[in-house]
Protein backbone atom coordinates (compact mmCIF):
# COMPACT_ATOMS: atom_id res chain seq x y z
CA UNK A 1 0.00 0.00 0.00
CA UNK A 2 1.04 3.71 -0.86
CA UNK A 3 1.85 5.33 1.83
CA UNK A 4 0.54 8.91 2.27
CA UNK A 5 3.24 11.90 2.60
CA UNK A 6 4.00 15.91 1.31
CA UNK A 7 6.93 14.14 -0.46
CA UNK A 8 5.51 15.56 -3.48
CA UNK A 9 6.30 18.96 -2.42
CA UNK A 10 10.23 18.49 -2.42
CA UNK A 11 11.95 20.03 -5.22
CA UNK A 12 8.52 22.04 -6.20
CA UNK A 13 9.20 26.15 -6.29
CA UNK A 14 6.24 27.94 -4.23
CA UNK A 15 5.90 31.58 -4.43
CA UNK A 16 4.45 33.02 -1.08
CA UNK A 17 3.30 37.26 -1.14
CA UNK A 18 3.82 38.60 2.57
CA UNK A 19 6.03 35.65 3.41
CA UNK A 20 8.40 37.88 5.54
CA UNK A 21 5.36 38.34 8.02
CA UNK A 22 4.58 36.60 11.45
CA UNK A 23 2.03 34.00 9.64
CA UNK A 24 3.75 34.35 5.91
CA UNK A 25 7.22 33.19 7.68
CA UNK A 26 5.37 30.04 9.71
CA UNK A 27 4.04 28.91 6.37
CA UNK A 28 7.55 29.11 4.62
CA UNK A 29 8.93 27.24 7.76
CA UNK A 30 6.53 24.09 7.28
CA UNK A 31 6.71 24.31 3.29
CA UNK A 32 10.49 24.50 3.68
CA UNK A 33 10.72 21.47 5.63
CA UNK A 34 9.21 19.41 3.04
CA UNK A 35 11.75 20.21 0.59
CA UNK A 36 10.30 22.86 -1.46
CA UNK A 37 11.85 25.72 -3.09
CA UNK A 38 10.41 29.16 -1.88
CA UNK A 39 10.44 32.65 -2.82
CA UNK A 40 9.43 35.24 -0.42
CA UNK A 41 8.01 37.96 -2.58
CA UNK A 42 7.59 40.81 0.25
CA UNK A 43 7.31 45.04 -0.20
CA UNK A 44 10.13 44.50 2.82
CA UNK A 45 12.47 43.33 0.69
CA UNK A 46 15.33 43.41 3.89
CA UNK A 47 13.09 41.18 5.86
CA UNK A 48 12.27 38.98 3.24
CA UNK A 49 15.70 38.45 2.23
CA UNK A 50 16.62 37.99 6.44
CA UNK A 51 13.68 35.37 6.73
CA UNK A 52 14.71 33.85 3.70
CA UNK A 53 18.65 32.88 4.60
CA UNK A 54 17.48 31.89 8.22
CA UNK A 55 15.09 29.00 6.95
CA UNK A 56 17.52 28.60 4.10
CA UNK A 57 20.21 27.48 6.60
CA UNK A 58 17.75 25.51 9.09
CA UNK A 59 16.24 23.53 5.95
CA UNK A 60 19.00 23.30 3.54
CA UNK A 61 16.67 24.26 0.94
CA UNK A 62 16.72 27.16 -1.22
CA UNK A 63 14.68 30.00 0.30
CA UNK A 64 14.79 33.63 -1.17
CA UNK A 65 13.86 36.89 -1.00
CA UNK A 66 12.46 38.64 -3.79
CA UNK A 67 10.87 42.55 -3.86
CA UNK A 68 7.97 42.65 -5.19
CA UNK A 69 4.52 45.06 -4.59
CA UNK A 70 1.37 43.12 -4.58
CA UNK A 71 -0.57 45.94 -6.04
CA UNK A 72 1.78 46.69 -8.95
CA UNK A 73 1.88 44.41 -11.81
CA UNK A 74 4.99 45.46 -13.57
CA UNK A 75 6.60 44.85 -10.03
CA UNK A 76 5.31 41.49 -9.62
CA UNK A 77 6.27 40.27 -13.40
CA UNK A 78 10.11 41.84 -12.74
CA UNK A 79 10.00 39.14 -9.63
CA UNK A 80 8.50 36.52 -11.86
CA UNK A 81 11.31 37.09 -13.93
CA UNK A 82 13.96 36.59 -11.55
CA UNK A 83 11.67 33.47 -9.53
CA UNK A 84 12.27 32.10 -13.32
CA UNK A 85 15.67 32.39 -13.39
CA UNK A 86 16.65 31.53 -10.03
CA UNK A 87 14.36 28.63 -9.45
CA UNK A 88 12.90 27.53 -12.41
CA UNK A 89 8.89 27.30 -13.39
CA UNK A 90 6.20 28.41 -10.70
CA UNK A 91 4.43 25.43 -8.66
CA UNK A 92 2.63 26.86 -6.19
CA UNK A 93 1.29 30.37 -5.06
CA UNK A 94 -0.01 31.52 -1.55
CA UNK A 95 -1.27 34.77 -1.42
CA UNK A 96 -0.37 35.53 1.84
CA UNK A 97 0.13 39.50 1.78
CA UNK A 98 -3.02 41.63 3.63
CA UNK A 99 -3.72 42.94 7.05
CA UNK A 100 -5.55 46.03 8.43
CA UNK A 101 -4.38 49.44 9.51
CA UNK A 102 -5.87 52.18 11.77
CA UNK A 103 -6.57 54.46 8.92
CA UNK A 104 -10.10 51.93 8.06
CA UNK A 105 -10.61 51.15 11.18
CA UNK A 106 -13.69 53.26 13.47
CA UNK A 107 -13.01 54.42 16.49
CA UNK A 108 -16.34 52.80 18.09
CA UNK A 109 -17.58 49.98 17.67
CA UNK A 110 -21.79 50.79 17.39
CA UNK A 111 -22.91 53.87 17.32
CA UNK A 112 -25.32 54.43 20.45
CA UNK A 113 -26.87 57.76 21.57
CA UNK A 114 -24.37 58.67 23.55
CA UNK A 115 -21.49 58.60 20.72
CA UNK A 116 -23.88 59.65 17.52
CA UNK A 117 -22.43 63.44 17.65
CA UNK A 118 -19.23 62.60 17.10
CA UNK A 119 -19.50 61.28 13.31
CA UNK A 120 -15.60 61.15 12.84
CA UNK A 121 -15.94 58.60 15.55
CA UNK A 122 -17.98 56.19 13.69
CA UNK A 123 -18.54 55.20 9.57
CA UNK A 124 -19.14 58.11 9.00
CA UNK A 125 -15.65 59.50 9.63
CA UNK A 126 -14.02 56.70 7.40
CA UNK A 127 -11.49 58.26 4.97
CA UNK A 128 -11.77 56.64 1.37
CA UNK A 129 -8.19 56.47 1.53
CA UNK A 130 -7.33 54.10 3.99
CA UNK A 131 -10.75 52.69 3.38
CA UNK A 132 -9.28 52.35 -0.63
CA UNK A 133 -5.74 51.06 0.83
CA UNK A 134 -6.87 48.06 2.83
CA UNK A 135 -9.85 47.05 0.45
CA UNK A 136 -6.84 46.85 -2.76
CA UNK A 137 -4.11 45.30 -0.41
CA UNK A 138 -6.53 42.18 0.46
CA UNK A 139 -8.60 42.03 -2.88
CA UNK A 140 -6.42 43.30 -5.97
CA UNK A 141 -3.13 42.42 -3.96
CA UNK A 142 -4.46 38.58 -4.06
CA UNK A 143 -6.34 39.27 -7.42
CA UNK A 144 -2.73 40.67 -9.32
CA UNK A 145 -0.36 38.22 -8.53
CA UNK A 146 -2.71 35.53 -9.39
CA UNK A 147 -2.91 36.82 -12.42
CA UNK A 148 0.97 36.89 -12.89
CA UNK A 149 2.44 33.71 -10.58
CA UNK A 150 -0.30 31.32 -12.06
CA UNK A 151 1.54 31.63 -15.97
CA UNK A 152 4.24 28.72 -15.80
CA UNK A 153 0.83 26.50 -14.14
CA UNK A 154 -1.60 27.13 -17.25
CA UNK A 155 1.83 26.16 -19.32
CA UNK A 156 2.50 22.94 -17.12
CA UNK A 157 -1.06 22.42 -16.85
CA UNK A 158 -0.74 21.77 -12.93
CA UNK A 159 -0.46 24.11 -10.06
CA UNK A 160 -1.78 25.08 -6.63
CA UNK A 161 -2.94 28.44 -5.41
CA UNK A 162 -3.88 28.66 -1.58
CA UNK A 163 -5.53 31.93 -0.51
CA UNK A 164 -5.42 33.64 2.66
CA UNK A 165 -8.82 34.59 4.19
CA UNK A 166 -10.00 35.14 7.89
CA UNK A 167 -12.74 34.58 10.45
CA UNK A 168 -14.22 38.28 9.05
CA UNK A 169 -15.06 37.14 5.88
CA UNK A 170 -18.07 34.70 8.10
CA UNK A 171 -18.85 37.57 10.46
CA UNK A 172 -17.47 40.81 10.31
CA UNK A 173 -16.20 42.12 13.76
CA UNK A 174 -16.67 45.80 14.42
CA UNK A 175 -14.66 48.49 13.45
CA UNK A 176 -12.96 46.78 10.36
CA UNK A 177 -15.70 47.01 7.41
CA UNK A 178 -12.79 47.76 4.51
CA UNK A 179 -10.45 44.30 5.76
CA UNK A 180 -13.91 42.30 6.35
CA UNK A 181 -15.40 43.15 3.08
CA UNK A 182 -12.05 42.67 1.16
CA UNK A 183 -11.60 38.78 2.88
CA UNK A 184 -15.05 38.75 2.40
CA UNK A 185 -14.39 38.36 -1.09
CA UNK A 186 -11.16 36.34 -1.07
CA UNK A 187 -13.94 33.47 -0.29
CA UNK A 188 -16.10 34.60 -3.69
CA UNK A 189 -13.14 35.12 -5.61
CA UNK A 190 -11.67 31.50 -4.38
CA UNK A 191 -14.88 29.81 -5.20
CA UNK A 192 -15.09 32.00 -8.75
CA UNK A 193 -11.27 31.03 -9.96
CA UNK A 194 -11.25 27.24 -8.29
CA UNK A 195 -14.54 27.15 -10.89
CA UNK A 196 -12.57 28.94 -13.52
CA UNK A 197 -9.70 27.15 -13.70
CA UNK A 198 -10.41 23.37 -12.49
CA UNK A 199 -10.36 22.10 -16.06
CA UNK A 200 -6.46 23.47 -16.70
CA UNK A 201 -5.30 21.78 -13.37
CA UNK A 202 -5.06 24.22 -11.28
CA UNK A 203 -6.29 24.25 -7.97
CA UNK A 204 -7.63 27.33 -5.43
CA UNK A 205 -8.27 27.31 -1.86
CA UNK A 206 -8.13 29.34 0.50
CA UNK A 207 -7.23 29.03 4.69
CA UNK A 208 -8.96 31.54 7.44
CA UNK A 209 -6.75 31.70 10.22
CA UNK A 210 -8.80 32.65 13.29
CA UNK A 211 -7.13 34.70 15.72
CA UNK A 212 -3.70 35.08 16.09
CA UNK A 213 -1.60 38.44 17.73
CA UNK A 214 0.35 39.94 14.81
CA UNK A 215 1.39 43.51 14.09
CA UNK A 216 -1.84 44.46 11.74
CA UNK A 217 -4.07 43.27 15.04
CA UNK A 218 -1.72 44.42 18.25
CA UNK A 219 -3.24 47.63 18.77
CA UNK A 220 -6.58 46.12 18.66
CA UNK A 221 -6.15 43.09 20.97
CA UNK A 222 -3.66 44.61 23.39
CA UNK A 223 -3.76 47.05 26.18
CA UNK A 224 -0.40 48.40 25.12
CA UNK A 225 0.26 49.84 29.01
CA UNK A 226 -0.88 46.72 31.02
CA UNK A 227 0.29 44.07 28.23
CA UNK A 228 -2.70 42.50 29.05
CA UNK A 229 -5.62 42.08 26.28
CA UNK A 230 -7.57 44.41 25.61
CA UNK A 231 -11.35 44.38 25.97
CA UNK A 232 -11.85 42.96 22.52
CA UNK A 233 -8.93 40.50 22.59
CA UNK A 234 -10.78 38.88 25.62
CA UNK A 235 -13.60 38.95 23.76
CA UNK A 236 -12.27 36.87 21.35
CA UNK A 237 -10.35 34.44 23.66
CA UNK A 238 -13.83 34.34 25.18
CA UNK A 239 -15.39 33.24 21.93
CA UNK A 240 -12.75 31.25 20.62
CA UNK A 241 -14.07 27.52 22.05
CA UNK A 242 -10.39 26.37 22.49
CA UNK A 243 -9.80 29.53 25.11
CA UNK A 244 -6.36 30.63 23.25
CA UNK A 245 -5.11 32.80 20.52
CA UNK A 246 -3.55 31.21 18.00
CA UNK A 247 0.56 30.20 17.34
CA UNK A 248 1.50 30.96 13.43
CA UNK A 249 2.59 26.61 13.42
CA UNK A 250 -1.10 25.90 13.87
CA UNK A 251 -1.62 26.88 10.04
CA UNK A 252 1.17 24.93 9.01
CA UNK A 253 -1.06 21.49 8.75
CA UNK A 254 -3.66 23.07 6.78
CA UNK A 255 -1.40 24.50 4.48
CA UNK A 256 0.81 21.31 3.15
CA UNK A 257 -2.54 19.73 3.03
CA UNK A 258 -3.82 22.00 0.80
CA UNK A 259 -0.95 22.85 -1.63
CA UNK A 260 -0.04 18.92 -1.83
CA UNK A 261 -1.46 16.28 -4.16
CA UNK A 262 -2.86 14.69 -0.86
CA UNK A 263 -5.58 17.21 -1.77
CA UNK A 264 -5.68 16.87 -5.42
CA UNK A 265 -9.44 16.39 -5.45
CA UNK A 266 -10.01 19.67 -3.54
CA UNK A 267 -10.71 22.95 -4.81
CA UNK A 268 -12.79 26.07 -4.57
CA UNK A 269 -12.93 25.49 -0.32
CA UNK A 270 -11.83 27.29 2.48
CA UNK A 271 -10.45 25.80 6.06
CA UNK A 272 -10.81 27.99 8.97
CA UNK A 273 -7.66 27.53 11.40
CA UNK A 274 -9.38 28.91 14.42
CA UNK A 275 -9.51 26.93 17.49
CA UNK A 276 -13.30 26.25 17.07
CA UNK A 277 -14.21 30.25 16.97
CA UNK A 278 -16.45 29.95 13.59
CA UNK A 279 -18.46 27.25 14.97
CA UNK A 280 -19.31 28.85 18.00
CA UNK A 281 -22.60 30.75 18.41
CA UNK A 282 -21.52 32.73 21.63
CA UNK A 283 -24.12 30.78 23.87
P1 LIG B 1 2.07 40.66 8.77
O1 LIG B 1 1.81 42.13 8.79
O2 LIG B 1 2.97 40.06 9.79
O3 LIG B 1 2.59 40.24 7.34
C1 LIG B 1 2.16 40.81 6.16
C2 LIG B 1 3.32 40.83 5.18
O4 LIG B 1 2.84 41.38 3.95
C3 LIG B 1 4.49 41.71 5.65
O5 LIG B 1 5.72 41.02 5.51
C4 LIG B 1 4.44 42.92 4.70
O6 LIG B 1 5.71 43.48 4.42
C5 LIG B 1 3.81 42.30 3.45
N1 LIG B 1 3.15 43.29 2.60
C6 LIG B 1 2.37 44.33 2.98
N2 LIG B 1 1.98 45.05 1.91
C7 LIG B 1 2.53 44.43 0.82
C8 LIG B 1 2.51 44.71 -0.57
N3 LIG B 1 1.83 45.76 -1.07
N4 LIG B 1 3.17 43.88 -1.40
C9 LIG B 1 3.87 42.82 -0.90
N5 LIG B 1 3.94 42.52 0.40
C10 LIG B 1 3.27 43.32 1.26
O7 LIG B 1 0.62 40.01 8.79
P2 LIG B 1 0.12 38.57 9.23
O8 LIG B 1 -0.69 38.75 10.46
O9 LIG B 1 1.20 37.57 9.18
O10 LIG B 1 -0.95 38.30 8.09
C11 LIG B 1 -0.73 37.49 6.94
C12 LIG B 1 -2.08 37.25 6.28
O11 LIG B 1 -2.95 36.59 7.19
C13 LIG B 1 -2.82 38.53 5.85
O12 LIG B 1 -3.49 38.28 4.64
C14 LIG B 1 -3.80 38.74 6.98
O13 LIG B 1 -4.90 39.50 6.55
C15 LIG B 1 -4.18 37.30 7.27
N6 LIG B 1 -4.79 37.06 8.59
C16 LIG B 1 -4.17 37.39 9.74
C17 LIG B 1 -4.79 37.09 10.95
C18 LIG B 1 -4.15 37.41 12.25
O14 LIG B 1 -4.76 37.11 13.30
N7 LIG B 1 -2.97 37.97 12.27
C19 LIG B 1 -6.04 36.49 10.97
C20 LIG B 1 -6.65 36.18 9.76
C21 LIG B 1 -6.00 36.45 8.58
Partial sequence: MKSLSFNDLSGKVCVITGGAGVLGSAMVNAIASVGAKIAIADINKEVADKVASEIAKESGTEVIGIEANVLEKASLEKAKEEINSRLGDIDILINGAGGNSPQATTKVETMTEENMDNLED???GLEMEGF????ALNFKGTLLPTMVFTRDMLKNKKGVVLNVSSMNAYKPLTKIPAYSAA???INNFTE???VHLAKVGIRV???APGFFITHQ???L????KTGNYSARGQKIVDNTPMGKFGEPEDLQGATLFLISDVSKFITGIVIPVDGGYSAFGGV
Fill in 122 to 124: TFY
Fill in 132 to 135: DKVF
Fill in 183 to 185: KAS
Fill in 192 to 194: WLA
Fill in 205 to 207: NAI
Fill in 217 to 219: NRF
Fill in 221 to 224: VMDE
